[in-house]
């Protein structure tokens, strides 16, 4: 193979790896700004499904998940449930903890559980990645 063709590959390979260990330490911050930001809770009551299209647009990519109505001060806010189902029959209704922000009540979440697996799975992608470039660009360098 043409080298300076390995090395273009090795910089795209670890321009793409820097890119994706970006977004799993972003995807990692926000999660920690919201857990940070949301010290009150309350009863968030199950209101109605949220119907979520794939792709594609087509009905077997369709995902359904639950929106909870709670209030704060008097005031109804509503909040997506993150247990999201492929069936509409699926989808959890119970009564459910709503962590929320005090000074802004809009900003809540329904559990404290952070998605580490798509944290981690970008974060090995971007290592990956990372290694895979360095080593075709130290090949040129000493070939």
Same mark, same amino acid.
């Given at each position: 193979?043409?080298?300076?063709?390995? $090395?273009?590959?090795?910089?795209?390979l670890l321009i793409m790896g820097v890119v994706? $260990?970006?977004?799993?330490i972003t995807i990692?911050?926000?999660y920690e700004k919201l857990y940070n930001n949301c010290t009150e809770s309350t009863i968030g009551k199950?209101?109605?499904v949220s119907e979520r299209l794939g792709l594609n647009d087509t009905n077997d990519m369709r995902s359904y998940y639950p929106i909870f109505k709670y209030n704060v001060k008097g005031k109804d806010y509503y909040c997506k449930g993150n247990k999201g189902a492929y069936h509409i029959k699926d989808v959890d209704i119970k009564d459910i903890t709503?962590?929320?922000n005090p000074?802004?009540?809009n900003e809540s979440y329904t559990n404290k559980k952070t998605n580490n697996t798509i944290i981690n799975v970008f974060k090995l992608l971007g290592i990956i990645f990372v290694v895979i470039g360095l080593c075709l660009?130290?090949?040129k360098l000493i070939v």
């Open positions: 193979m043409n080298f300076p063709i390995l $090395i273009f590959i090795g910089i795209i994706f $260990i970006g977004v799993s990692k911050k926000h199950f209101d109605k709503i962590y929320y000074n802004n009540p660009i130290v090949l």
